[in-house]
């Protein structure tokens, strides 16, 4: 049974928690937070039903964007698309670690640079390579420019209200992050934000100074969404 933190407004817990959810989005390894032996034994995220997960992807989007975003969903060998995309869009639960859970619905350029290495990092778990035998293996496909940064500005939504970060893998400590939207800024700082990188301010620079800078701005409820509206307004896959 995994251990839940409760979510509580916008205190220094959530500051917290919303920095450690973007770290592990945004970091070119897998293995983003420590992990004690055990937990870094190979392991894939608990299967989901196939409707479910489409629709917890496509939950992740504005409601004009669903209908027509493609949708990856996990198997035991990995991602496998289910729908092709009419918009440039790619909805999909990424799990940074095992036991994440990170909807995301990601625009043409996150779906050039983004996508390929979730792709292959949820590939490469289910063959048992091990955290450090992926960060390896991601980081020498950076080299050789395989897999790539964002070249220009562009959005990756994530509005569902069932986002779920790692705390602790080890202990199976995990906690909920609100929704928020995160825009593609490579090498953009706080300061050219004008922002002292305070999570609790209206936005922040994550990675500042980096390739994989993002903007990331926290959003209230997203209240005209729903797991059940975007799965309806979406014609997903049956």
């Not at 220009?152 to 909920?176: C, F, H």
Request: some cysteine.
């Amino acid at each position: 049974m995994k251990n839940r933190m409760t979510w509580h407004g916008k205190g220094v817990a959530v500051t917290a928690i919303c920095l450690l959810a973007l770290a592990a989005h945004i970091a070119v390894s897998p293995s983003a937070m420590a992990q004690s032996p055990q937990a870094a034994s190979s392991q894939v995220p608990p299967p989901m039903d196939r409707q479910k997960e489409i629709a917890l992807a496509l939950s992740a989007c504005p409601a004009s964007v669903a209908s027509k975003a493609a949708v990856y969903v996990l198997d035991k060998t990995g991602y496998v698309k289910v729908r092709d995309s009419q918009n440039g869009f790619t909805a999909i639960v990424q799990h940074s670690l095992p036991s994440s859970q990170e909807p995301q619905c990601m625009d043409a350029e996150g779906t050039r640079t983004f996508l390929p290495r979730i792709l292959k990092v949820a590939e490469l778990r289910a063959h048992g390579k091990t955290p450090e035998e992926i960060k390896r293996l991601v980081a020498d496909a950076f080299a050789k420019g395989i897999f790539q940064a964002p070249t220009r500005p562009g959005i990756d939504y994530m509005l569902s209200t069932e986002n779920v970060v790692t705390i602790d893998e080890a202990k199976g400590i995990v906690a909920p992050f609100p929704p928020h939207v995160m825009f593609y800024s490579p090498y953009l700082t706080n300061a050219d934000l004008g922002s002292d990188g305070d999570p609790a301010g209206p936005a922040f620079v994550a990675a500042e100074g980096s390739p994989h800078a993002l903007i990331i701005v926290p959003l209230g409820a997203h209240a005209d969404q729903s797991h059940t509206s975007a799965n309806k307004s979406s014609g997903a896959p049956q």
